[in-house]
């Protein structure tokens, strides 16, 4: 069982940044996927971000291309999550999540989830 501990939530005023973490427990085969999803009250989870530990690739959701980032520290476990420009329709609980997979933006595939960590953007 992976263990995602996600940190880096707040408030901040619309047009600011945060970078969020993602800590898994262990960096195996069953994190081949790493990914940032996002629910906000009343609304459907999202799929925000994702990134393939193989060769690096990359999704996004189109609501956040160009805004956001994501990433893994070279040699390291640790997923990234930059946002820059942060609307207020980006407020949501944000979530990590791991899979031994490919990569889907849905996060249909992904066996292990945290426990989330809130962002709030100010108008």
């Known amino acids: 069982q992976v263990q995602l501990v996600e940190s880096g939530g707040g408030a901040v005023q619309a047009g600011g940044s945060l970078r969020l973490a993602c800590v898994p427990s262990?960096?195996?085969?069953?994190?081949?996927?790493m990914g940032w999803f996002r629910q906000a009250p009343g609304k459907e989870r999202e799929g925000v971000a994702t990134l393939y530990r193989y060769d690096g690739s990359t999704k996004y959701a189109d609501s956040v291309k160009g805004r956001f980032t994501v990433s893994r520290e070279r040699g390291k476990s640790t997923l990234y999550l930059e946002m820059s420009s942060l609307k207020p329709e980006d407020s949501a609980m944000y979530y990590c999540a791991a899979g031994p997979r490919r990569c889907r933006i849905s996060g249909d595939d992904m066996d292990y989830w945290g426990k989330g960590t809130l962002v709030t953007i100010e108008s």
């Open positions: 262990e960096h195996t085969y069953r994190t081949t996927c």
